[in-house]
């Protein structure tokens, strides 16, 4: 449990967008939440299934950030029942959404690429 906050301070500390950029709600259905913190530059998006369903899930990142200029996102986190996951996967922007699937009862942290 300490090395998972550890990561996760790590995280808040290394994008400058979860200290000072600006929030937006991107997707609020039951049982999911879908947020992103952005700056001009950067964004970092976390969405949180609720659910003992797996979820596929559509972000309006357009909404908040440059999907010209930014081609992915990248997993930071993964958090499920059984424990957490920083394993490096990329999840291509298509046209002005992203689309994820999310395992039951687990949240993802995805900082644009």
């Not at 906050?5 to 991107?26: C, F, P």
């Not at 958090?79 to 996951?85: A, I, L, V």
């Amino acid at each position: 449990m300490i090395a998972f906050h550890r990561e996760m301070i790590a995280i808040h500390k290394n994008n400058r967008e979860l200290v000072e950029g600006s929030l937006l709600r991107l997707v609020g259905e039951p049982y999911l939440v879908s947020y992103a913190r952005f700056t001009a530059e950067d964004c970092t998006v976390v969405a949180i299934n609720r659910s003992e369903e797996e979820r596929m899930v559509n972000l309006p990142i357009w909404q908040v950030c440059d999907t010209k200029s930014k081609s992915a996102f990248v997993k930071q986190m993964l958090t499920t029942k059984d424990g957490y996951s920083k394993e490096v996967v990329e999840y291509d922007i298509e046209g002005a959404n992203l689309r994820i699937t999310l395992p039951p009862v687990s949240g993802i942290v995805l900082r644009a690429k």
